[in-house]
């Protein structure tokens, strides 16, 4: 049961991506007095000033009674050379800009009672536009009015803010620590079990006593990416229902993990247990001790979850636990499996950050519509590692902003290091070679993952670039070491089974195995 919760919840972890944060500053004046409203613009309109003295100060129209999908009931002398301010809905981002821009405005100011997404279009759309365009909430508005009336003179700028950030270094070290202790406790596992004498008696369908789930079909695995787009889709429309689904199912999962990863370091450091009986039944103090620590620290976060200032903490603890304990229960049985695997969600992830923009109204991708939520101040999907960009730790008007990475980056790639430590394991290697290599080809992946998204200002598919380096690491390993044809079969099976050949150990001395050091 836990094991088809992982895989279910595995179906939403790949929604969230790193997203570019386009946030700007609305100044609103009238007279000596002033204040400051956070706003969302896009850069692939018409660019913003990045300081308030550079900014060209207009006045502000209030139209908010209309839409502005069309312009009628507007004369266009009350809005040329000024700043409009309308209602959000009806009609694209892109319609109401051009309907402005023909009416003589200068901005738009788009006021949202639901959200503060970055304001998007098809690339054929942005070069028709020639005024600024941003979105404000409602509710700032409201306020900005009763402040100052209908005297209001406005500017818009965009301060640059640094994009590299020391808490991109924490999110690295986060995913590095927490994929390679993945890789060396599934390793462990494997270990300990064929010390004990467990053994699989078939190649493929295997669940252990321990709740270990390993995948071992390429039908299944193509079938289980099939349900993963199925669910993205129905998340995408249905999410508001659905989002709470998924937080009920990744607080039991989490909770689990925890006590998982924690029972075993405590279980490693040697640390006691005290039994005892009720009713034929045993009961471990220090079970119902931890327990009572995971689940307390699981409600503290599902109460707390929309704190940002400290609960990032407590999310980020939690989805170490559910990456670590997911790599160490759910198994790979071979590299084949590893690479349809991966490769499947790597098209998977590809196709709906960068070709769906073309298929929806908005030109913004499911998977960042997802990922964002379509309320920027409602619940968000909690499958993401979280840090505060300390460069921005004295907030802004846009709250706290984050470095993220989804957990479906650090699972993924988890799942080859594996399965990479296990075949070490299966072939007794005492310098781990496979578990080693797919580690750094790992950390090289993810390091060029953030130099391609500072470089070119855009959140990036990380898969894009970490299938391709722990895949083809793992692969010239392989093919280095004369190992390619057992690495590629993989499974215990072949390992333990006496009727068949077994892998040989390193310093074997067969020649029908040619090995090259590599």
Sequence with gaps: MEGAVKLGLLSVIFFASQ???????LHISSGDSYREYCIVHNH???????????AVQYPLVNWTSTLLCNASGILPDLVKGKALVVTRG?????????VAQSLGAKTLLIASNEDLTTPSANDSEYAKVNISLALMRYRDFLEARQAFGEGMQVKLYAP???????SIAVILLIAVVTVTL???????????RLNSGVADTEGGDNKADSGQLSLYSPLKVVIFVAMMCGMLVLMYYF??????????IFCLASASALFSCIDAVLEKIGCGTLSFSVRNWNFSVRSILLAAVCISITVVWAVYRNEDRWIWILQDLLGIAFCLNFMKTISLSNFKICV????LLLVYDVFFVFITPFFTKNGVSIMVQVALGPDASGEKLPVVMRVPRFSAWAQNLCGMQFSILGYGDIIVPGLLVAYCSRFDVWIKSSKKIYFVSCCIAYLLGMLLTFA???LSGMGQPALLYLVPFTVITSAVVAGCRGEMKMFWAGTTYEVLDSSREPLLPEGRTDRSVEATGC
Aim: glycine share 4%; aromatic share 14%.
């Design 44 to 54: 692939s309109w018409t660019p913003l000033s990045e300081t308030l003295d550079d």
């Design 19 to 25: 997203i570019n944060c386009q946030e700007a500053i």
């Design 160 to 166: 640059p803010y640094s994009k590299i950030d020391p």
């Design 340 to 343: 349809i695997l991966l490769s």
């Design 182 to 192: 993945g890789g060396y406790w599934s390793g462990a596992y494997e270990r300990d």
């Design 90 to 98: 009806e009609c694209d981002f892109s319609q109401k800009a051009l």
């Design 452 to 454: 391609v998204m500072l």
């Design 239 to 248: 999410y508001y229902v659905l989002v709470y689904i998924i937080i009920a």
